[in-house]
């Protein structure tokens, strides 16, 4: 039987991309992107949930994401969901994170707003001839860390 990990998400960038590169040169950025969610309390009066979303975009699409994208910007992602686990060199205790890996990004909103020549599409894998997934020979540092809510602007 056939598995899907799929994720889309259509939210707000809450910090600019953070861009790095592993020691062989291949890009990698990590940003978080807000979705909300509405929904009526028992008081029948409208309560809006904000959720928090790591993801991480590798080569040419990590380029992209850290030249296009900005606080605030809009943008719709599809990807797949990983979790990976570390050391916290602090408290010696295992970490946790499940990220979501982006292998398309779609810059919403006006040119101001981040949007390219091409119209704001960015594929990863399939169009651009780019394989987005982690390079086995190179994991990412885990010393970085998640995105935490220390990292949220508001």
């Known amino acids: 039987m ?12 809450g910090k600019d991309p953070e861009l790095k590169y592993t020691p062989s040169g291949t890009a990698v950025a990590k940003f978080s992107v807000a979705t909300s969610y509405r929904y009526k309390d028992k008081n029948e009066q ?5 959720e928090w979303h790591n ?8 380029e992209i994401a850290g030249e296009y994208l900005k606080k605030g910007s809009k ?12 050391d916290d060199k602090n408290t010696n205790q295992k970490r946790y994170i499940t990220e979501v890996i982006a292998n398309d990004l779609v810059l919403l909103g006006g040119r101001g707003e981040g949007a390219g020549d091409d119209g704001g599409r960015a594929r990863g894998a399939s169009a651009s001839g780019f394989d987005q997934r982690v ?12 995105i935490t809510d220390d990292d949220i602007p508001f």
């Not at 993801?55 to 990590?62: F, G, N, T």
């Open 75 to 86: 943008v719709y992602i599809e990807g797949r969901l990983q979790s990976r686990s570390w």
């Open 135 to 146: 390079p086995e020979s190179e994991p990412v540092n885990a010393s970085v860390g998640p």
């Open 46 to 50: 409208w309560q809006d949930q904000t």
């Open 55 to 62: 993801v991480v975009a590798w080569a040419r699409l990590a």
């Open 2 to 13: 056939k598995s899907v990990n799929k994720v889309i998400l259509l939210g707000n960038l």
